[in-house]
């Protein structure tokens, strides 16, 4: 296994064991300090210790990434670059939403803003799994104290699991990234690797999820893991975002990367685990672990894991949610009042809060709080409060929405409507009807809207502009622009970190920002 030494010594040191993991089970594991054979991976709490590794590295990888540490990568990642918000009154994230010398523009001088261009973090997670897949298969069955042969493939499949999840990560931001499948019993001597080209990565992805498909369980057995540590219906649900993501960069080439991912969120729908919440149960959807949730990180209070006086939850509320008079977003209205043309949905009631408002830092979105507070959380160490909710990677209405955008893409606009006004019925929003959707763009134009809708500031809305490529129409962005030839050039990928050529030299920059970034 070759990178860097940097990124595979911390990921292999695995000195990050803090309890930034996923549930209960995994949070009263032991810290681990040393991966070796001849300590470790010696029976089944070893290997659950190394799975809490690779779930804290995940969790640390989507709430880091800034300047000044606010906890918000993933969300700056998703939502701050994707036009859901009008401004950003921070200094190390305001450009992405302001324009100027910001993501927005055709030139990025921001500095400051260069943790948001490293991958490491995401190297660590493949560090990891990479250690699992090598040592779990020679752990004695004697070992494990459940099943053992049920219980490694869960191990291995969550293992594959998350390193898909790292690469998808990666190469959506990135495009072209370094792939490390294996083991390097000797980072400390490794040679640095070149960029891979991002289809062969996606393909190794997809690789992993379909095996990862056969090895893990679609339950868990504990309601403290329900959503928060990988199953069968996860790695459906992941497959199909990439397989959507495979359709997008071969261009349409291949309809099969469509029925496939079709195929995938049948398997979830027809195994019953999952069902949309009701409109006035959204707060429990955020809070996590409920029966919508498919994969989501763990940020709950009662573990010690919610964002204190920092993050994205924290920094976009203010009374009378937080007892606290100032946010830092302002949401963008104009978006908004363009995808919600229906003023009976109820995503209008429990997204937001105070609409009307003259000042645009006044509006707020509350659907991680609950309309009426419901996951705010009054702690001894806070009593400004925090906000006691998962960070939603993947959830029923997304697949749901997720298929419909295939369906559109084939052109089925029965099929395309049907998800789409199973969705929209959990919020009172008025039935789309076929006959108004006789062209093709307008259907996969509707598809985007309600997956603005429903997921906004979810951490999605910048994936699904740049793979249905409305990223350049302005309408579809509350009259905010991406230009059409910066698009073509591949600018919508993110710059590699100039601290990454430092380590690495046969790294090469992403086009669009050659000579751009200094």
Same mark, same amino acid.
């Given at each position: 296994?070759?990178?860097?030494?940097?990124?595979?010594?911390?990921?292999?040191? +695995?000195?990050?064991?803090?309890?930034?993991? %996923?549930?209960?089970? +995994?949070?009263?594991?032991?810290?681990?300090?040393?991966?070796?054979?001849?300590?470790?991976?010696?029976?089944?709490?070893?290997?659950?210790?190394?799975?809490?590794?690779?779930?804290?590295?995940?969790?640390?990888?989507?709430?880091?990434?800034?300047?000044?540490?606010?906890?918000?990568?993933?969300?700056?990642?998703?939502?701050?670059?994707?036009?859901?918000?009008?401004?950003?009154?921070?200094?190390?994230?305001?450009?992405?939403?302001?324009?100027?010398?910001?993501?927005?523009? %055709?030139?990025?001088?921001?500095?400051?803003?260069?943790?948001?261009?490293?991958?490491?973090?995401?190297?660590?997670?493949?560090?990891?799994?990479?250690?699992?897949?090598?040592?779990?298969?020679?752990?004695?069955?004697?070992?494990?104290?459940?099943?053992?042969?049920?219980?490694?493939?869960?191990?291995?499949?969550?293992?594959?699991?998350?390193?898909?999840? @790292?690469?998808?990560?990666?190469?959506?931001?990135?495009?072209?990234?370094?792939?490390?499948?294996?083991?390097?019993?000797?980072?400390?001597?490794?040679?640095?690797?070149?960029?891979?080209?991002?289809?062969?990565?996606?393909?190794?992805?997809?690789?992993?999820?379909?095996?990862?498909?056969?090895?893990?369980?679609?339950? +868990?057995?504990?309601?403290?893991?329900?959503?928060?540590?990988?199953?069968?219906? &996860?790695?459906?649900?992941?497959?199909?975002?990439?397989?959507?993501?495979?359709?997008?960069?071969?261009?349409?080439?291949?309809?099969?990367?469509?029925?496939?991912?079709?195929? &995938?969120?049948?398997?979830?729908?027809?195994?019953?685990?999952?069902?949309?919440?009701?409109?006035?149960?959204?707060?429990?959807?955020?809070?996590?672990?409920?029966?919508?949730?498919?994969?989501?990180?763990?940020?709950?209070?009662?573990?010690?894991?919610?964002?204190?006086?920092?993050?994205?939850?924290?920094?976009?509320?203010?009374?009378?949610?937080?007892?606290?008079?100032?946010?830092?977003?302002?949401?963008?209205?104009?978006?908004?009042?363009?995808?919600?043309?229906?003023?009976?949905?109820?995503?209008?009631?429990?997204?937001?809060?105070?609409?009307?408002?003259?000042?645009?830092?006044?509006?707020?979105?509350?659907?991680?709080?609950?309309?009426?507070?419901?996951?705010?959380?009054?702690?001894?160490?806070?009593?400004?409060?925090?906000?006691?909710?998962?960070?939603?990677?993947?959830?029923?209405?997304?697949?749901?929405?997720?298929?419909?955008? @295939?369906?559109?893409?084939?052109?089925?606009?029965?099929?395309?409507?049907?998800?789409?006004?199973?969705?929209?019925?959990?919020?009172?929003?008025?039935? +789309?009807?076929?006959?108004?959707?006789?062209?093709?763009?307008?259907?996969?134009?509707?598809?985007?809207?309600?997956?603005?809708?429903?997921?906004?500031?979810?951490?999605?809305?910048?994936?699904?502009?740049?793979?249905?490529?409305?990223?350049?129409?302005?309408? @579809?962005?509350?009259?905010?622009?991406?230009?059409?030839?910066?698009?073509?050039?591949?600018?919508?990928?993110?710059?590699? %970190?100039?601290?990454?050529?430092?380590?690495?030299?046969?790294?090469?920059?992403?086009?669009?920002?050659?000579?751009?970034?200094?």
């Amino acid at each position: 296994m070759t990178l860097s030494k940097n990124i595979l010594i911390a990921g292999l040191a +695995l000195l990050l064991f803090v309890p930034f993991t %996923a549930c209960k089970k +995994l949070l009263d594991q032991t810290p681990i300090n040393s991966p070796y054979a001849e300590v470790f991976w010696k029976n089944q709490q070893d290997a659950e210790q190394g799975a809490a590794g690779a779930y804290a590295l995940v969790r640390k990888a989507l709430t880091s990434n800034t300047e000044y540490n606010q906890y918000m990568s993933h969300f700056a990642y998703g939502s701050l670059a994707a036009f859901e918000f009008q401004d950003y009154d921070q200094y190390d994230v305001a450009s992405l939403v302001k324009g100027g010398d910001g993501f927005n523009s %055709a030139d990025f001088i921001g500095s400051y803003l260069q943790p948001y261009h490293d991958w490491s973090p995401y190297y660590k997670i493949v560090a990891q799994t990479n250690i699992m897949l090598e040592f779990i298969p020679k752990i004695p069955d004697g070992q494990f104290t459940t099943n053992a042969s049920t219980t490694r493939n869960r191990y291995l499949g969550e293992a594959r699991f998350l390193r898909a999840f @790292a690469y998808f990560y990666m190469l959506r931001l990135w495009g072209d990234v370094p792939l490390v499948l294996s083991y390097d019993p000797d980072p400390a001597h490794a040679t640095n690797l070149p960029r891979t080209n991002e289809k062969v990565v996606l393909d190794s992805v997809i690789t992993d999820l379909q095996k990862a498909v056969t090895l893990l369980p679609w339950d +868990l057995g504990s309601a403290n893991d329900k959503a928060v540590r990988a199953t069968k219906g &996860a790695a459906y649900g992941l497959l199909a975002h990439a397989y959507m993501w495979r359709n997008f960069l071969n261009k349409g080439a291949n309809r099969a990367d469509l029925t496939n991912a079709i195929a &995938a969120i049948d398997a979830v729908e027809q195994s019953g685990k999952y069902m949309l919440l009701a409109a006035s149960e959204y707060h429990k959807v955020f809070h996590g672990k409920s029966a919508e949730g498919v994969f989501e990180i763990n940020m709950q209070a009662q573990y010690g894991e919610h964002q204190v006086a920092k993050g994205f939850y924290y920094n976009i509320l203010k009374r009378p949610f937080l007892e606290k008079d100032k946010k830092l977003d302002a949401p963008n209205l104009d978006l908004i009042s363009t995808i919600y043309d229906d003023e009976d949905d109820l995503r209008l009631k429990y997204f937001f809060y105070n609409l009307d408002a003259s000042e645009q830092f006044d509006v707020t979105i509350c659907k991680f709080a609950g309309s009426n507070g419901e996951n705010v959380y009054h702690g001894q160490e806070n009593i400004m409060g925090s906000v006691d909710a998962n960070i939603i990677i993947m959830r029923y209405a997304d697949l749901l929405l997720l298929r419909a955008e @295939a369906y559109a893409d084939l052109g089925n606009t029965g099929a395309a409507i049907k998800d789409m006004n199973t969705v929209r019925a959990r919020s009172n929003a008025y039935a +789309l009807e076929e006959a108004d959707y006789g062209d093709q763009y307008d259907l996969q134009a509707e598809v985007l809207l309600e997956r603005s809708r429903e997921l906004y500031a979810e951490g999605q809305r910048w994936y699904d502009l740049v793979r249905t490529g409305f990223l350049t129409e302005d309408w @579809a962005n509350g009259w905010l622009t991406f230009p059409q030839s910066r698009y073509e050039e591949e600018g919508w990928k993110w710059p590699v %970190a100039r601290s990454l050529f430092q380590t690495n030299n046969v790294l090469t920059q992403n086009k669009f920002w050659l000579g751009k970034v200094r």
